[in-house]
């Protein structure tokens, strides 16, 4: 991640991996037993989350608790940012045709630069 990339919050990840499978606020409130100022709430930072929560905004969402908290898995990896969750989001957009057209380009991009 370059230095000047900026770390997602806890809510903001929660927002944009909301986003990025297509989900009101509404609906990640009702699959989660919430009113949806709650998940509007969760979005800006302005509320905590018990583990409990955590777990079920992770499962509806499709993500680890990690992947929620952190925006990663383990420690050695790094936080998703911005730009790689709006890349996400595109790739998600796209027909199973064309993602694998993006595989190949994002492939060839990286061999040719040696890091992949």
């Keep these: 991640m370059e230095a000047d990339e900026?770390?997602?919050?806890?809510?903001?990840?929660i927002r944009a991996l909301r986003r990025a499978r297509g989900l009101t606020q509404d609906r990640l409130a009702s699959s989660t037993g919430v009113s949806r100022s709650a998940v509007a709430q969760w979005?800006?930072?302005r509320a905590g989350h018990s583990a409990g929560m955590l777990r079920r905004i992770a499962e509806v969402l499709g993500v680890s608790v990690g992947v929620l908290q952190k925006g990663?898995?383990?420690s050695a990896?790094?936080?998703?940012?911005?730009?790689e969750i709006a890349l996400l989001r595109l790739y998600r957009g796209c027909s199973p045709e064309d993602r694998s057209v993006l595989?190949?380009?994002?492939?060839?991009?990286?061999?040719?630069?040696?890091?992949?």
């Design 72 to 74: 990663w898995e383990g």
């Design 77 to 83: 990896q790094q936080a998703l940012t911005p730009q």
């Design 43 to 45: 979005e800006s930072d």
């Design 6 to 13: 900026p770390v997602l919050t806890l809510g903001a990840r």
């Design 103 to 116: 595989m190949h380009v994002a492939e060839r991009i990286a061999a040719s630069t040696g890091s992949f």
